[in-house]
């Protein structure tokens, strides 16, 4: 079992940055990989990123990539996603979520998911 908690989001301008964490507890031991992922209203959820925890690969999806940073803490277990040049396309509820076994980018790959932080990026 592994609870997660977003925090960080909040409403920023176009251009702007914020950056936004996520805390894991439990057994999280078990996990391989922690990714981000978002989801607007109407939409699909889709992946953002993802690091592993024992070797601090990283991916990004192309929609981000060089604008957004994934970073970890692995003795606060805790991961970062620090998004600079935001746009309004960027809106959307933002989750962490965890894969134990693998570091893909369906959702379907992740086993557990945080409540999730909006975030809202205006023009």
């Known amino acids: 079992q592994v609870q997660l908690v977003e925090s960080g989001g909040g409403l920023v301008q176009a251009g702007g940055s914020l950056r936004l964490s996520c805390a894991a507890s439990?057994?999280?031991?078990?996990?391989?990989?922690m990714g981000w992922f978002r989801q607007a209203p109407g939409k699909e959820r889709e992946f953002v990123a993802l690091?592993?925890?024992?070797?601090?690969?990283?991916y990004y999806a192309d929609s981000v990539k060089g604008r957004f940073t994934i970073s970890r803490d692995n003795a606060k277990n805790t991961v970062t996603l620090q998004m600079n040049s935001l746009k309004p396309g960027d809106t959307a509820v933002y989750y962490c979520?965890?894969?134990?076994?693998?570091?893909?980018?369906?959702?379907?790959?992740?086993?557990?998911w945080g409540p999730g932080t909006q975030v809202t990026v205006s023009s």
């Open positions: 979520a965890t894969s134990l076994y693998s570091g893909r980018t369906t959702p379907q790959s992740y086993d557990y």
């Open positions: 439990g057994r999280t031991f078990k996990s391989y990989a």
């Open positions: 690091i592993t925890w024992s070797g601090g690969s990283t």
